[in-house]
Nanobody, 116 residues
Framework: QVQLVESGGGLVQPGGSLRLSCAGSGFPFSVVSMSWYRQAPGKERELVAAIGSAGGAYNYADSVKGRFSITRNNAKNTVYLQMNSLKPEDTAVYYC?????????WGQGTQVTVSS
């Protein structure tokens, strides 16, 4: 079955960096787009970044442009989110997601907390 497993979250000080990873299995990873979403307490889930199947198309939320970078390694079935210059407002649970076979699949999420 389709599985998405995120890792790399944690506690970081403002201005710091983290790299999230999402390993996919159970579907043809190299032919699907992948996305990162986040959900902060009391807020709706929002798109953070998306990447095309071959890694050549990108989409970023305005709030993270210039600070976050999404990449993928199709040989490892993994998508990454490099997060730099982190701010307290980036605190959220970050989810990896993909659409496959007319369904949307989500990982379990990884907590990112930006605080001094």
């Amino acid at each position: 079955q389709v599985q998405l497993v995120e890792s790399g979250g944690g506690l970081v000080q403002p201005g710091g960096s983290l790299r999230l990873s999402c390993a996919g299995s159970g579907f043809p990873f190299s032919v699907v787009s992948m996305s990162w979403y986040r959900q902060a307490p009391g807020k709706e889930r929002e798109l953070v970044a998306a990447i095309g199947s071959a890694g050549g198309a990108y989409n970023y939320a305005d709030s993270v442009k210039g600070r976050f970078s999404i990449t993928r390694n199709n040989a490892k079935n993994t998508v990454y989110l490099q997060m730099n210059s982190l701010k307290p407002e980036d605190t959220a649970v970050y989810y990896c997601t993909t659409d496959y076979g007319s369904q949307r699949f989500w990982g379990q999420g990884t907590q990112v907390t930006v605080s001094s």
